[in-house]
């Protein structure tokens, strides 16, 4: 197909893809506006059309609908799903015409043609990311909670594409026995691959990954106060009495099983599989980390558990590696916005999950700075690199606990 009928097909696309956005925005979060087109409309509003659903043509007809949610209300989803028909052309020249995922010297005309299929399967897999974080992003502005029907397929999506025999991982420069050459970011990058992760070890951390994720997304009330005993009996009753949690023990035993079937057949099905397991942990474990030590430093919840579920979502998308560099780019990507929302409002709790997805998007886009210049050489430390990160969590803590004390003696 000629590249000029691609764009235009995936900028069609693109549309579609939006208008999926903005069904799973207003149809999934918690509390539904009643303007999509796919739901049931205002009580008051006109009768509903089939050309409604149609991308960006049924947001212009459903400005009928103004009396009943306000001027503009409807600009917002037919942006989005503009934006994404833009959006997705152009991610699909920069990974595969542009060559702009690879190391700097690799991107030349012969390279980026043998790199042309590996690019394609990241194509598809980032722009199904793409979706779910724009989904993400606006009900977390909305509401500032972020819904575990937009980030638990979402991560049993990743971890499906991590195990399919395709490189859906993203190109980092590797240097092994004095060899250098571009490979996926599997989880033992920037270390050689060590055959002991197929064994039984490999196994097992899988399994524990996977277990702790479905604990985790249950129904846990903690009671402390009759004993740690009695605290983790309680615990038990509260998840058994969930209607949820008997669901998420099905998931726990499917998972497993799958997990256990794909490690006998070994290979690179099993390697993926497990960055992408590893990739929840990181991407998950560093922000419910933050969270607890916050919450204790600052005496009341700092960041949502929705967080939490988000940036597992993107680690068994993205890896570990991209994981943990979107949620170092993070504040980056949030201090500018923020610091004028708090001059201009004086509220200081805002949605962070926005801005976790903006930090992915910066890691995969500057993917060659962020990693292959920058965060390997640091990983390349090994196990000095979490006792860093340890010493970082107890300082944030401590300055967390700080300015609290600054912002009551300065705001009472």
């Not at 250098?180 to 490999?202: H, I, Q, R």
């Not at 204790?296 to 939490?308: N, P, S, T």
């Not at 597992?312 to 610091?339: D, E, K, N, R, S």
Request: neutral net charge; charged residues 10%.
């Amino acid at each position: 197909m000629e590249l000029v009928w691609r764009y235009l097909g995936l900028a069609l696309l693109g549309l579609i893809a939006g208008a999926f956005a903005n069904y799973l925005i207003y149809a999934w979060a918690y509390f539904p506006r009643p303007i999509s087109p796919w739901g049931a409309p205002h009580p008051d509003a006109p009768s509903r059309r089939r050309r409604d659903r149609l991308p960006v043509f049924g947001w212009l007809g459903l400005r009928r609908e103004t009396p009943q949610h306000g001027v503009g209300f409807w600009v917002r989803p037919l942006l989005i799903e503009i934006s994404l028909g833009i959006a997705l052309p152009a991610m699909y020249w920069f990974y595969t015409q542009s060559g702009g995922l690879l190391p700097i010297e690799y991107r030349t005309p012969e390279r980026i043609a043998i790199f042309a299929s590996w690019a394609h399967a990241l194509f598809i897999v980032h722009a199904s990311l793409a979706v779910l974080l724009v989904a993400a992003t606006m009900i977390d502005f909305d509401e500032q909670t972020i819904p575990d029907v937009i980030t638990l397929p979402g991560t049993l999506l990743g971890l499906i594409f991590s195990a399919l025999p395709w490189r859906s991982f993203l190109p980092a420069l590797v240097r092994w026995d004095e060899t250098a050459g571009v490979a996926p970011t599997t989880f033992n990058v920037p270390w050689p691959y060590d055959e002991a992760w197929s064994g039984g070890s490999g196994l097992l951390v899988g399994l524990a990954i996977w277990a702790v994720w479905i604990f985790a997304l249950a129904d846990r009330h903690l009671v402390l106060r009759h004993g740690p005993l009695r605290a983790i009996a309680y615990l038990i009753h509260g998840i058994r009495r969930s209607e949820a949690s008997k669901w998420l023990l099905a998931l726990g035993v499917v998972g497993s099983v799958v997990i256990t079937g794909v490690w006998l057949g070994g290979g690179d099905r099993w390697c993926g599989l497990l960055s992408g397991l590893v990739g929840l942990a990181a991407g998950g474990g560093i922000v419910w980390s933050v969270r607890i030590v916050a919450g204790v430093a600052m005496g009341q919840e700092a960041m949502g558990f929705g967080d939490v579920t988000l940036m597992a979502m993107i680690g068994a998308f993205l890896g570990w590696q991209a994981a943990v560099a979107a949620f170092f780019l993070a504040p980056l990507a949030a201090i500018a916005i923020v610091l004028v929302q708090f001059l201009i409002t004086r509220q200081s709790a805002v949605p962070f999950g926005p801005y976790l997805c903006l930090g992915a998007v910066l890691a995969v886009l500057g993917w060659d700075q962020v990693w292959n210049r920058s965060l390997s050489s640091y990983a390349e430390l090994g196990g000095l690199v979490v006792i860093v990160l340890v010493v970082a969590l107890v300082a944030m803590a401590a300055m967390l606990s700080i300015w609290g004390q600054i912002k009551a003696w300065l705001f009472g």
